[in-house]
T-cell receptor
């Protein structure tokens, strides 16, 4: 069966520091991968998605970037965090038609201080 | 055109009752309508999804009702249990376009 991992689970970072969040998927090959951000009590905002290694589509221009160095690995990064980057970051995967039937990971709670 | 409007924002139901959450959309090109369940501090879990060629889909105590002419779809939770207390999100997508999520409904089921 498929499993999705995210780490770290929680992170507290000062403004201006770099960020690296990692997501890996097991039990499937060539998945579509997604990064979302969820503000407290709010819906989900798509940040990036990838349909293959090295293929990244950005939905929202901001100081975040994403990379997919391996088939089942998706990384979210920032060179300098802003206070507004605080939130709950979720990685998701799907197979087949992109955006359909997405399965989410456990999330990373990021607090920028 | 791209919005999915979800109501109510919060819902309190007695154990054993029926919970009903509604979503409305404008874009008639949407062809995939999932519902997600999210517990505090956890990632959303895909609960059930429907395509517009059927008017209803049932999985256990969860049912999606779909009204294409009214551009509405709803989630019904039969025999609601305290363990169903969570936030529920509807969403919609069309043909390889991103999921558009509703704003969520916080459901509380009391014994």
């Amino acid at each position: 069966s498929q499993t999705i991992h995210q780490w770290p689970a929680t992170l507290v970072q000062p403004v201006g520091s770099p960020l690296s969040l990692e997501c890996t998927v097991e039990g499937t090959s060539n998945p579509n991968l997604y990064w979302y951000r969820q503000a407290a009590g709010r819906g989900l905002q798509l940040l990036f998605y990838s349909v293959g290694i090295g293929q990244i589509s950005s939905e929202v221009p901001q100081n975040l970037s994403a990379s997919r160095p391996q088939d089942r690995q998706f990384i979210l990064s920032s060179k300098k965090l802003l206070l507004s980057d605080s939130g709950f970051y979720l990685c998701a995967w799907s197979t087949g038609v992109v955006f359909y039937e997405q399965y989410f990971g456990p999330g990373t709670r990021l607090t920028v201080t | 055109q791209q919005q999915v409007k979800q109501s109510p924002q919060s819902l309190i139901v007695q154990k054993g009752g029926i919970s009903i959450i509604n979503c409305a959309y404008e874009n008639t090109a949407f062809d995939y309508f999932p519902w997600y369940q999210q517990f505090p501090g956890k990632g959303p879990a895909l609960l059930i999804a429907i395509r517009p060629d059927v008017s209803e889909k049932k999985e256990g105590r969860f049912t999606i009702s779909f009204n294409k002419s009214a551009k509405q779809f709803s989630l019904h939770i039969m025999d609601s249990q305290p363990g169903d207390s969570a936030t529920y999100f509807c969403a919609a997508s069309k043909n390889t376009d991103k999921l558009i999520f509703g704003t969520g409904t916080r459901l509380q089921v009391f014994p």
